[in-house]
C-alpha cells in the first residue's frame, strides 16, 4: 500500500520539477538560445568643454580668445604668479572643488571688467590660478566656469 501511494506522489512530483526548469527570468535566455541584444546607432553623449575658444587673431597678430561670446586677448600676470609649496599648474574643470587655501582674497581676481568678463554673482569669485581664471563658489569652493590661458 506504500508503495502505490509514494509511486503517485513521484508521478506528480515529475511534472512539476520539469517546469521549475524550464522557468527562466527574462534576464537570462533559455539554454541554447543566444540573448537579444538590441540593435542600432550607439548613443554617444556630446560633451562640452567650457571655456574660451581660439578665432583668428585679432589686432597686432596676437590670437584672439572668446569666452561666453566675448573676445579678449591674453593679457600680462597682473602680479608676480608663485604656485603654493606642493602646488603646480592644474587644468581645473567645471564641477571641481577648488582647495580653501585658493578661496582667499590674495587669489581673487578683480580686474575681471578689463578682459570684458562679467562681475561674479554673490557667492562668487574669480579666482586665479597660474595662467586661468576660475569661477568659484565661495561657499562650496565648486568651479562653474574657467577662462583657459588668460595670462601669460
Not at 4 to 10: M, S, W
Not at 97 to 102: A, D, E, N, Q, R
Amino acid at each position: 500500500m506504500l508503495r502505490p501511494l509514494l509511486i503517485a506522489i513521484l508521478m506528480l512530483a515529475v511534472p512539476t520539477f520539469a517546469a521549475a526548469q524550464e522557468h527562466r527570468d527574462e534576464h537570462h535566455p533559455p539554454p541554447g538560445r543566444p540573448a537579444v541584444v538590441p540593435r542600432g546607432p550607439a548613443v554617444v553623449p556630446r560633451v562640452v568643454v567650457p571655456g574660451p575658444r581660439v578665432v583668428p587673431p585679432g589686432p597686432g597678430g596676437r590670437p584672439q580668445l572668446v569666452f561666453r561670446g566675448h573676445p579678449y586677448h591674453p593679457i600680462p600676470f597682473a602680479r608676480p604668479w608663485v604656485y603654493p609649496a606642493g602646488w603646480a599648474y592644474r587644468r581645473w574643470a567645471v564641477g571641481a572643488i577648488l582647495p580653501p587655501l585658493f578661496l582667499t582674497p590674495e587669489y581673487y581676481y578683480t580686474d575681471y571688467s578689463a578682459l570684458g568678463f562679467p562681475p561674479p554673482d554673490p557667492g562668487f569669485q574669480w579666482v586665479q590660478y597660474g595662467p586661468d581664471l576660475l569661477l568659484v563658489n565661495v561657499a562650496t569652493g565648486q568651479v562653474v566656469d574657467v577662462a583657459y590661458g588668460v595670462f601669460y
